[in-house]
């Protein structure tokens, strides 16, 4: 499939797990990417298999004035945005284990992920649609979360941004809609990505429990949802958040106990 022939994208943490599978998927239908990441090096190892159609650009979402310049670069390099990706997120291995209880954060905990995992993807939006709006429309994929539609015994911080991000999707859709601009978040549940095979290998035979397909999911499949609302075959849907996490938010709490039960009694 070659839906996205002449397109330009922007995939920001494009040097990580999610990110870099989009870059592949979206360079792979045709389109030529900006892989932004606050590691230069992730980032230009995520852009050297694709050639002249990515390209690696460092940028700190937090910072207002670095993601001005890396869209600025986006616009010099290849002339026009039509796709953002919005998709880092705070992955600090000191910092995010801060993020816990509310008694418990520290308030410049709490601040620098709603700077890094929420004003971030505000400014990839203040900053491309003017560019979207002159190049006759776009489309922004907001990466959410399931945690930002459930609530979890630790990670407030991350899941709060989670859940203002599908708020914010919903206005920049309403605000932009008639200027073809289409707006829509992804809440990805478990995916096995390279980091998360590194943490808390129990977490995921617990989780394993509660989802409906057999396996986790896999960067790849994320990459296959952001590739179509990235297209025109998704042109009548905005607004939405689309969950992508084998069923795991669809079902009864007691989904899982009345499993193992039933397997149990035979
Ligand atoms: N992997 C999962 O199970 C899962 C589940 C739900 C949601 N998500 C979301 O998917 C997205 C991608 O996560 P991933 O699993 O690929 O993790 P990842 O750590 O591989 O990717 C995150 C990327 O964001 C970059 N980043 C961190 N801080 C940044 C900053 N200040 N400025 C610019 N870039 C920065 C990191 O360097 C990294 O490359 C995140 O928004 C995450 O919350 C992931």
Redesign the pocket.
């Known amino acids: 499939m070659m839906r996205l022939e002449g397109k330009v994208a922007i995939v920001?943490?494009?040097?990580?797990?999610?990110?870099?599978a989009v870059a592949r998927r979206l360079t792979a239908e045709g389109a030529s990417v900006v892989i932004?990441?606050?590691?230069e090096e992730?980032a230009e190892r995520a852009a050297a298999p694709l050639g002249d159609s990515a390209l690696a650009v460092q940028?700190?979402?937090?910072?207002p004035e670095s993601v001005k310049a890396m869209i600025d670069r986006c616009m010099t390099h290849f002339g026009r945005i039509d796709i953002l990706h919005n998709?880092?997120?705070?992955?600090?291995p000191v910092k995010s284990p801060q993020d816990t209880t509310a008694p418990d954060i520290p308030i410049g905990i709490w601040r620098e992920i709603l700077d890094?995992?929420l004003t971030?993807y505000l400014l990839g939006c203040k900053y491309a649609i003017p560019h979207m709006i002159a190049g006759g429309g776009g489309s922004i994929i907001n990466?959410?979360?399931?945690?930002g539609s459930a609530g979890d015994l630790a990670r407030i911080a991350?899941g709060s941004t989670?859940a203002a991000i599908m708020g914010l999707t919903r206005y920049v859709a309403t605000q932009h809609g008639r200027q073809n601009i289409r707006c829509n978040s992804i809440?990805?549940?478990?995916?096995?990505?390279?980091?998360?095979e590194k943490t808390v290998p129990g977490l995921k035979d617990i989780i394993k429990r509660h989802i409906l397909t057999p396996e986790f999911g896999t960067?790849d499949d994320?990459a296959a949802l952001v590739a179509f609302l990235a297209s025109d075959e998704s042109r009548y849907i905005t607004g939405e958040n689309i969950s992508i996490s084998g069923g795991g938010l669809v079902h009864q709490p007691h989904y899982a106990d009345l499993l193992a039960f039933m397997e149990s009694d035979g």
């Open positions: 920001t943490g494009g040097g990580g797990g999610i990110g870099a932004a990441d606050l590691f992730s940028f700190d979402a937090a910072d998709n880092a997120a705070m992955t600090d890094i995992n971030g990466t959410a979360s399931n945690s991350y989670k809440a990805p549940g478990v995916v096995l990505t390279e980091a998360l960067p994320i």
